[in-house]
Every structure is written in C-alpha cells, then in structure tokens.
C-alpha cells in the first residue's frame, strides 16, 4: 500500500513538472514568435501526428531501436566474458587496460568518423555503440568479480563445488549489482551513441538522420518532434530494460535452483589427525607457535581455548583454508571436511532448501534435517528473511548432512537457547557424530562436557 502511495505521488510530481515545462515551452515560442526558431508545442505535436501517419517512421524508429539494442547485447556479453576472463587471468588485465581506457576517454565524435571509413552505413551505429558501452560493462563487472566474497569462496571449497557451479552460484550472483549497475549505465549511453552515429553515417533508415534532414530543410517544427520521439522511446528503453534488471534481484521461489547436479566426493573412515611443531603468524602476529595436539579417530574433541589462542586458525589450518608457516598436519585417512564456520555463510541469493541442499543431501535428508532443525516452514525463503538464530540453525544443518569423516563444528549452539538447543541436541547429535572424527571449538563448559569424549584447555602444551 505505501509502495502504490509513493508511487502515485511520484507520478503527480512528474504530470505536475511536465506541465510546468510546456507552459514555459509555449511562453517562449510566444515571445520569439517564429517557427524556425523555436516551434511551440501544439506545432511539435502536428508535426508528430503527420510522422505518425508516414509507414516510413515505423521503419526509421524500428532500425534505430534494432540498432540501439544490438549494440547493447554485443558490448555486454564481450564486456562480461572480458571481465571473466581478466579476473581469472591477472596478465589479461593488463593487457586490457589500455584499449580500455582509450575508448572510455575517446569523443563520441572521433569514433564515428574512423568506423564511418571502415563499416557500411547501417552498422556504423552498431560498432560506435560497442565502442562506447564496452569499457563500462568490463569496469563495472570487473569490480564485481573482484568483490566476490571471500568467505562464500571458502564455502565453494568446503562443500566441493564445480568451477561451473561456483559461476553460477557465487560468482555471477555475487557480481549482480555491478552487473545491473552497467545495464542502467549503457542503455542510456547506447542510445546517444547510436543516434550520433546515424546522423552522420545517413543509414537508409534511422531516426538520427531524419532528425539531421528535418534540420538541413529548415523543418524545425519536425526536427522538435523527432527530438520527443528519441526522448521518449530512450525513456521507454530505460524504464523496460531497468524493470528486467530489478527483476534479477534475489527473491523467494519454491524448488531448487541446483537441480541434481551436487555431487560429492566419497568419505571413508574416520581419521586421526597428529598436529607437529605447528606455527602461524599474520603480520608480526605469532598465532600459533610450536602446536603439538593430536585428535583421535572417530572421537569429538572439544577444544576449550581462551580468546586469541589460535583456536579458529589452527581448525582452518586442518580443513585446509589455511597455509601453515611451518610444522605438519598428519591425517591417517583422506580427509572430507565439514565445517561451521564462525559465522553463518548462507549464500544470500540461494533459499534455505538450497542452502542446506549445498551439503549433497537428497530432498528427503535435507526435509527431514529442516524437521529436526524446527526450521521446516521457512524452506523457500532467503536467508535475509530470517533471524539470526534461524540461520544459524540453516548452517548448522548443512553441516550436518555433509557427507564427511571430519566435521569441525566453531560454537555450534551459539544463539540457541537452552530448551532448543537440548531438543537438537537428542535429536541428531549421536546420528551425525556416527562415524566421523568431530572437532567442537566452544567457550561454553556445559556443551563441552554434553558434546566432547576428550576436552582440550591448552593445546599448546598437548
């Protein structure tokens, strides 16, 4: 309802100014009092009403959008494929950079004279166009590869996904506001160019060169209407193209955008894992100096470290999202990591079924996951949906339906209140636990006596 207010408020605001402008138009044409000059807008609209009776117009304004579009589709998809080829190839960046910047700074003007030399009249257009919308598409998807999420990378790691699935589901998602960004961008820019273009390369039909003949036979009454009609279909392209981008943006659906293409590796049998002289440091920052610990098979180990003593490192040190500075990590067995990290990592654009669906479960497991979780009745909507505590459940039980033979598990029950906490707890924790070698990070003394066969304080001295 407010959303239909503002709207309506809006579009008085707009009628109101349109108004005032035209009254200003007439006022004008009035005290200059000659047409050639400046035509007032009841001559524009005869002028219109006569171009809208002439079949030809139709065609004029037809190749000019045809043209105006095509320009767009060809600078964004070599624009996008340019800048995912220069984000996975850092020498390809460079190589880029200068024709880039050349055509980003370059006049309108300077390129339409060369390609008039090299191109027909009707595709002059098309490949000024491409010229200018080029370097906006690849800087701003650029910038949008560049800021892919850190941490929902680690996430594609932990829970295996393809070079083809992390594309499709963290980095061009990821990249979506940038990708929107540059649409809006060029599809004003396309236009302008496409027009210049056409006035001076005289294509057969274009409204850009029926606007420069309204102008060479002193017509200015229809130079004028020329002038409304690119005005309002450039409007109209904006307000189209603008509404199909804002309908990318990240919305509840029912089913699963990942369809049966999750795949896991295999798990075999619980490891131990031996931890020998292990060092880290970040900066000048030792985090972990001289760490002997080993953790033994198929048991779950509660690690009970104070604050600051390398607990988190030292876990993404063994799931392998860390290089150790030196020491060892000796695993008996081929390790399957799963892993609740710190925080959630929900992917934000992916509903809660396809989040929890992440770990290679089927529809039954991660149903029956939900069921457990008491998360059941929000499967279908986003994570931005939620509370803090619902999304914790979310990675939680993503975690849990991981086929894995380690599972390192940072406060799993942070947020959680006791009463749900102990429900989930009985509820799944001997199942998911079966099996595996489980290591629990906490500063919580009563989950770590509930959860640990072995608890750690110090493990420094291990």
């Given at each position: 309802m407010r959303n239909s207010t503002t709207r309506i408020k809006l579009n008085k605001n707009l009628l109101t100014s349109a108004l005032v402008w035209l009254v200003i138009w007439q006022v004008l044409a009035l005290s200059i009092?000659?047409?050639?000059?400046?035509?007032?807008?009841?001559?524009?609209?005869?002028a219109l009403l006569g171009m809208l009776a002439d079949t030809e117009f139709y065609m004029n304004a037809g190749w000019t959008?045809?043209?105006?579009?095509?320009?767009?589709?060809?600078?964004?998809?070599?624009?996008?494929?340019?800048?995912?080829?220069?984000?996975?190839?850092?020498p390809l960046r460079t190589i880029l950079a200068l024709p880039v910047g050349f055509f980003k700074a370059v006049p309108v003007m300077a390129i339409i004279i060369y390609v008039i030399l090299l191109a027909k009249a009707d595709w002059v257009a098309v490949i000024v166009c491409f010229f200018m919308c080029f370097p906006v598409v690849y800087i701003n998807v650029l910038e949008g590869f560049?800021?892919?999420?850190?941490?929902?990378?680690?996430?594609?790691?932990i829970y295996e996904l393809t070079p083809a699935q992390k594309r499709r589901l963290i980095y061009w998602p990821g990249a979506l506001p940038q990708i929107k960004a540059s649409i809006k961008l060029i599809t004003g820019l396309s236009w302008k160019a496409v027009v210049a273009a056409e006035v001076l390369s005289i294509p057969q039909f274009s409204?850009?060169?029926?606007?420069?003949?309204?102008?060479?036979?002193?017509?200015?009454?229809?130079?004028?209407?020329?002038?409304?009609?690119?005005?309002?279909?450039?409007?109209?392209?904006?307000?189209?193209?603008?509404?199909?981008?804002?309908?990318?943006?990240?919305?509840?659906?029912e089913g699963s955008k990942l369809g049966e293409d999750r795949q896991m590796s295999k798990t075999g049998p619980s490891p131990e894992i031996r931890i020998k002289n292990l060092s880290k440091s970040f900066g000048e920052k030792k985090v972990l100096d001289g760490v002997y610990i080993n953790f033994e098979a198929d048991k779950t180990t509660v690690i009970m470290e104070p604050s600051g003593r390398g607990k988190t490192t030292l876990m993404r040190i063994i799931a392998g999202l860390e290089t150790k500075d030196s020491g060892e990590v000796i695993s008996s067995r081929e390790l399957k990591t799963s892993m609740l990290f710190q925080e959630d990592r929900l992917i934000p654009w992916l509903n809660i079924y396809d989040n929890l669906l992440l770990s290679g479960g089927d529809k039954t497991s991660v149903v029956k996951m939900a069921e457990s979780l008491e998360i059941e009745d929000v499967l279908w909507k986003l994570p931005k949906e939620l509370s803090g505590g619902m999304n914790h459940r979310v990675a939680l039980g993503r975690t849990f339906l991981t086929k894995a033979n380690l599972m390192i598990l940072d406060e799993p029950f942070r947020g959680l209140d006791n009463e749900l906490k102990n429900r989930i707890i009985d509820r799944l924790w001997e199942r998911v636990t079966t099996d595996k070698t489980v290591l629990v990070v906490t500063h919580n003394s009563e989950d770590a006596k509930l959860l640990g066969d072995i608890v750690i304080e110090d493990f420094c001295c291990q």
């Open positions: 009092n000659n047409v050639l000059l400046l035509p007032g807008p009841l001559d524009t609209a005869r959008v045809a043209r105006s579009l095509l320009g767009m589709v060809f600078s964004f998809v070599t624009g996008a494929a340019a800048a995912w080829a220069a984000y996975r190839v850092k560049d800021s892919t999420s850190e941490e929902l990378l680690e996430v594609a790691h409204l850009g060169y029926e606007m420069m003949n309204a102008k060479y036979y002193l017509e200015t009454e229809k130079l004028f209407a020329y002038i409304v009609v690119i005005v309002i279909l450039s409007l109209c392209l904006e307000k189209l193209i603008n509404k199909w981008a804002t309908s990318l943006e990240p919305h509840n659906y």
